[in-house]
């Protein structure tokens, strides 16, 4: 089965550099979830949308943007990017078919020098 | 705003053998999820087991069954037969049952060690 996909898979960038984090989820998923995972932690909720409007919104930074697209498809746009940005990024995705089930992506792993 | 905690930062379990994870969790809404995902060393996220809060029987998938008291809020994680492959960190997560896009709240998690 088709899952949810991730690009890039790892990210180098350096302080003050800008990152685009992609997010393709699994086919008819209409709503895309972003998360952050810092070494050692729990996963913490950013932002989501359904139907490609802003839906939730949790401890995103104001250098942080995102948006979902009308093929259903995310990007997670990160600004002025600092030492403590560096985390897994997980994007999931989830339908009200699978009783808004969230299955996650792989995630992309940001680090910032 | 909900929260949830696991008081257990790490477990040990012999293999073949039976452990259970505790989680417990703050809400005032009477309609939610709770889920038990896994994360083994890849960092992937894998989702155990779900529960319903209207639903007052106990999830089971295979191996893998939950105690889930309303009253108490609390909800247990049992793995049954515990093989190599269940080693991994396990977290409790909370989501709301209202509208789409409703976020999942983790606990701090559990990292299971599975000795042979």
């Not at chain 2, 896009?101 to 606990?107: E, H, I, K, V, Y």
């Amino acid at each position: 089965a088709a899952g949810v996909i991730q690009s890039p898979r790892h990210l180098i960038k350096e302080k003050r550099e800008t990152a685009t984090l992609k997010c393709y989820p699994i086919p008819r998923h209409d709503t895309v979830y972003w998360y952050q995972q810092g070494p050692g932690q729990d996963p913490q909720f950013l932002i989501s949308f359904y139907e490609k409007m802003q839906s939730d919104k949790g401890s995103i930074p104001d250098r942080f943007s995102a948006q979902q697209f009308s093929d259903y498809h995310s990007e997670l746009n990160m600004s002025s990017l600092e030492l403590g940005d560096s985390a897994l990024y997980f994007c999931a995705s989830s339908s009200r078919r699978d009783f808004y089930e969230q299955y996650f992506g792989p995630g992309t792993r940001l680090t910032v020098t | 705003a909900q929260t949830v905690t696991q008081s257990q930062p790490e477990m040990s379990v012999q293999e073949a053998e039976t452990v259970t994870l505790s989680c417990t969790y703050d809400t005032s809404e009477s309609d939610y999820y709770l889920f038990w995902y896994k994360q083994p060393p890849s960092r992937q996220m894998i989702l155990v087991i779900r529960q319903e809060a209207y639903k007052q029987q106990n999830a089971t998938e295979n191996r893998f069954s939950v105690n889930f008291q309303k009253a108490a809020k609390s909800f247990s994680l049992k793995i049954s037969d515990s093989q190599l492959g269940d080693a991994a960190m396990y977290f409790c997560a909370y989501r709301s049952g209202e509208t789409s896009g409703s976020r999942l709240t983790f606990g701090e998690g559990t990292q299971l060690t599975v000795n042979p």
